[in-house]
């Protein structure tokens, strides 16, 4: 006779049942921790546009000659835009010979100048204003002439 006893039916599906239980429980962890990032409030979002404005008011100076109509023009201050991070000036001739000046957004002043064969000449001078990539729409426009 041995004297080990037969295992007991009860004690090995005890086994198998703590077996079990310590395998599917830990399968079953994730998708309760799924299920709590499942109900997310959501922010409300709210969008808007901005219109970029054109500089307000210039002050400076013009000359032009009668050697080829040049024009000259210096831009001692024009009024800032906000949130600018750049302006562009142009002078257009009224041939449409234009000369381009980029200005970061800390400098507001500038000399210009552009020339025509034309005998009465009339140039624009524009100043946009930058928002990063964005550029304005509205420029400040002055028109000028020079005759002979």
């Known amino acids: 006779m041995s004297k080990h006893r037969p295992p007991r039916p ?3 599906v005890r086994f198998l049942v703590g077996v079990l239980v310590a395998v599917v429980v830990p399968m ?6 799924q299920a709590a990032f499942f109900d997310a409030a959501v922010a409300p979002m709210s969008v ?4 970029i404005p054109a ?3 210039i002050t400076g100076t013009r000359s032009c000659s009668d050697s080829n109509r040049p024009m000259d023009i210096t831009i001692d201050d024009f009024g800032a835009v906000p949130r600018a991070s750049s302006y562009v000036v142009t002078l ?5 010979r234009a000369t381009k000046i980029t200005l970061p957004a800390t400098r507001r002043t500038t000399a210009i100048s552009t020339e025509t064969s034309s005998r ?3 140039y624009t001078l524009r100043i946009v204003a ?3 990539t964005w550029t304005g729409t509205v420029p400040l426009e002055r028109t000028y002439t020079c005759s002979a």
């Open 130 to 132: 930058n928002v990063g």
């Open 55 to 57: 500089p307000a008011g």
């Open 10 to 12: 009860l004690g090995r």
């Open 48 to 51: 808007g546009t901005y219109k």
């Open 120 to 122: 009465t000449a009339s």
């Open 28 to 33: 079953g962890a994730p998708t309760v921790a």
């Open 92 to 96: 257009t001739a009224s041939t449409g």
